[in-house]
């Protein structure tokens, strides 16, 4: 009876050991950060299809977007806000658009 409490306190001892070292191992690890801006620059990239447009609108406004081929983003001028699309996809959340900068001498039409 004492040898199987000492072989299991031996077995628990050693799980301990390297459940720890695996623990400390993976607190040095940090997540890679890739920016889905960095996947637009891949001259692989599947191309937007024009024809959504027709569907899409700002998820902020309501409003029709434009597509900029030469930056491959959806644009929404009265926010001034540029969407990307990524692989094909537009990326239609709001915290992931960036914003662009408007000209401040031009007048803003009220729709």
């Known amino acids: 009876m004492f040898q199987n409490a000492l072989r299991r306190l031996c077995n628990e001892t050693l799980r301990f050991q390297t459940t720890v070292k695996y623990v400390n191992f993976l607190r040095g690890v940090r ?5 889905a801006r960095h996947l637009t620059d891949v001259k692989d990239a599947l191309p937007f299809d024009t ?3 027709e569907f899409l609108v700002c998820p902020l406004s309501k409003k029709q977007l434009r597509y900029e081929e030469k930056t491959n983003e959806l644009i929404n001028e009265e926010l001034g806000i ?12 709001p915290t992931d658009a960036r914003l662009i900068k408007n000209d401040p001498e031009t007048p803003v039409e009220p729709a």
């Open 51 to 53: 024809s959504l447009l």
């Open 82 to 93: 540029a969407y990307p699309i990524i692989d094909g996809i537009p990326n239609m959340i």
């Open 31 to 35: 997540p890679l950060s890739v920016s």
